[in-house]
């Protein structure tokens, strides 16, 4: 029987609108208190928040940091009894779930981790926050704009700590070189760039509706996206190439170096953004592009990021894995340009190309153990990915993919001719002609999906002016500004 949101109110104490129990009358943490942990979402990015949670970590000692695993949770079952399983195999006791919102009423849980896949990140966040649970969610924040500015709201109205898992906050030498280069050592700040060119083959051509794997709660899985027939051939981490459950790479691996680069350039707002790209190569059931780039105007300087999911050229018999392309080095990772050098994976270069100075880092590797310090300190100054960050970083990736999707297919011949008076995006387009050009079997009749520029107003966070109404269309919910009841994204937090 379907289960309206007035019933599902009524029949429980978890839902978005009475979810909130006053923190005054939960368990109020001291400087000593065992913090008493649930992961919500234990496949993938999940597995490897319980291996910190049951000691398997090196920069996450459970002892000196006084944490305990209580309870683990996937709609997956399979996903759930594994956890259990390893937990109980280093000699802790972890209650297994498959329904979320059961973790939300236990008692004994202070703080939830969740690596959900994306439409259930910001849903998560909101139903923790209101239930009187700290949380560190995985990125990306969001799956849509809107969601994002609803978690900021809630973690400030219930006075709890949103922590995100965009790592490289934590990274002590990523922080020293970005105030190396703000004190103005290299010139003025010019230009972000951000990549992620990481091999996605294809994800395979079904002929209909697919078997749900035998254990996986289906209608908690799609939890606020549509309950869709499924239509790829695995229900795991294949969710991130479409656009109800995932972003593309640009949210999802992507998500990393967007921040990173923001955070480079210091930017607080998008004002503009154009997407373009498409998905070459291979034809397959994915929606999201495997190739492309986002031109983002911000109110500091341009972020050009670009993604790459095929290889430098095609695999031969012999070459099975051909290598991936690379931009000054980079893979994956951002580069701040300046007028006179730039930053780039760890080394500051001059205008020459000479490396002028190292800046060790360690990719973030105490980023959970910050998250437990931030628990205790309650201390703003400690959260070091705190929800408007992720939120302001996540709308850049929003917005280049959203003018895509409102994008048309333009001829190889006429991009050539857009950018012809624009020196920055033509050097772009040469780069990503040539590239895909490599891989489609006929070089010359590809064609890229081109987004318009589409103008953003950063106190409303809506589109505005020319092409608005088609891409506000996606400003909310998994699909046409819905979420599918019980499991809903509050307008009111």
């Not at 996986?216 to 499924?230: E, I, Q, R, S, T």
């Not at 592009?289 to 983002?296: D, G, L, Q, V």
């Not at 095609?314 to 099975?320: I, L």
């Not at 070091?384 to 003018?403: D, K, Q, T, V, Y």
Request: charged share 30%; aromatic share 10%; proline share 4%.
């Amino acid at each position: 029987m379907r289960i309206t949101r007035r019933q599902f109110l009524a029949g429980t104490a978890i839902a978005a609108g009475s979810l909130a129990i006053s923190t005054s009358a939960r368990h109020v943490l001291g400087a000593n208190d065992e913090i008493r942990v649930a992961i919500v979402g234990v496949g993938g990015q999940g597995s490897s928040h319980l291996g910190s949670y049951i000691g398997k970590d090196k920069n996450f000692d459970i002892k000196a940091l006084n944490v305990r695993l209580v309870a683990v949770c996937d709609a997956d079952k399979d996903h759930v009894d594994k956890a259990v399983a390893a937990a109980g195999q280093q000699g802790f006791k972890a209650v297994g779930v498959q329904d979320p919102r059961k973790i939300l009423e236990m008692k004994d849980v202070d703080a939830i981790v969740t690596a959900t896949p994306n439409h259930w990140h910001s849903l998560m966040s909101i139903w923790a926050v209101q239930n009187g649970k700290d949380i560190y969610v995985e990125k990306p924040l969001s799956h849509d704009m809107n969601e994002g500015r609803k978690v900021v709201e809630a973690a400030a109205k219930y006075k709890k700590i949103v922590y995100v898992g965009t790592q490289n906050r934590s990274d002590e030498g990523r922080r020293a070189a970005y105030e190396w280069i703000w004190a103005g050592n290299i010139g003025k700040i010019v230009r972000g760039r951000a990549f992620c060119y990481k091999p996605r083959p294809t994800i395979g051509k079904t002929s209909g509706e697919q078997p749900i794997p035998a254990g996986v709660d289906y209608d908690l899985w799609c939890g606020p996206a549509p309950k869709d027939p499924l239509r790829r051939k695995k229900l795991h981490y294949d969710w991130h190439w479409f656009w109800a459950t995932g972003n593309g790479d640009i949210g999802n691996q992507g998500i990393h170096e967007m921040d990173k680069c923001r955070w480079g350039i210091r930017a607080t707002q998008v004002k503009r953004a154009m997407g373009m790209g498409g998905r070459f190569g291979y034809d397959d059931d994915a929606e999201t592009p495997n190739t492309e780039i986002a031109f983002i105007e911000t109110d500091t300087v341009p972020i050009i990021f670009e993604v790459r999911g095929l290889p430098m050229h095609k695999a031969s018999e012999t070459e099975k894995a051909p290598p991936m392309d690379a931009y000054k080095g980079i893979r994956i990772g951002e580069i701040i340009e300046c007028e006179g050098g730039y930053y780039d994976g760890g080394w500051v270069y001059d205008a020459k190309g000479e490396k002028v100075k190292q800046f060790l880092r360690d990719g973030g590797g105490k980023h959970r153990a910050n998250f437990i310090k931030a628990l205790r300190s309650r201390k703003a100054e400690d959260n070091m990915a705190p929800p408007i960050e992720g939120h302001r970083s996540a709308l850049c990736f929003h917005a280049g993919n959203l003018s895509y999707r409102v994008g048309k297919e333009m001829s190889q011949a006429d991009v050539t001719d857009m950018f012809k008076t624009d020196k920055v995006g033509q050097e772009c387009w040469e780069r990503f002609q040539k590239h895909v050009s490599i891989n489609e079997s006929d070089a010359a009749k590809w064609k890229a999906t081109v987004g318009p520029w589409l103008t953003f107003d950063p106190e409303a966070e809506k589109f505005t002016g020319t092409f608005a109404d088609q891409a506000n269309k996606y400003l909310k919910g998994p699909r046409d500004g819905k979420y599918r009841e019980p499991f809903v994204v509050p307008d009111q937090v």
